[in-house]
């Protein structure tokens, strides 16, 4: 199994990346993919989730409103649309994927894609 992210970038404050997970080596029907940073000196937190049979969504308080998740079934991607990026958003991003949860604890994910930085500039 394999999570490849990608997407990261440097830009400025009020402005908006694209991250994609293109999950590979099994079917995902049923898990939830998620997406969690990880700041410098802090722990990795939660962002989004989504069910990839029911496409529902699920959303940490700092993000909601600005990022979006969604996922691509015929392609095995799942998107994380960030805009009105703030330098507080600055992190390595991970996805990750768990077969029976769906929810932000992020040790109830099983497996984990490579992380992509994305720093942004106030």
């Known amino acids: 199994v394999q999570l490849q992210a990608s997407g990261g970038g440097m830009v400025q404050a009020g402005g908006s990346l694209r991250l994609s997970c293109a999950a590979s080596?099994?079917?995902?029907?049923?898990?939830?993919m998620g997406w969690f940073r990880q700041a410098p000196g802090k722990e990795r937190e939660f962002v989004s989730a989504?069910?990839?049979?029911?496409?529902?969504?699920y959303y940490a308080d700092s993000v909601k409103g600005r990022f979006t998740i969604s996922r691509d079934n015929a392609k095995n991607t799942v998107y994380l649309q960030m805009n009105s990026l703030k330098p507080e958003d600055t992190a390595v991003y991970y996805c990750a994927a768990s077969q029976r949860y769906y929810g932000g604890d992020f040790h109830k994910y099983t497996y984990w894609g490579q992380g992509t930085l994305v720093t942004v500039s106030s």
């Open positions: 080596g099994r079917t995902f029907l049923g898990w939830t």
């Open positions: 989504v069910g990839w049979n029911t496409g529902s969504t």
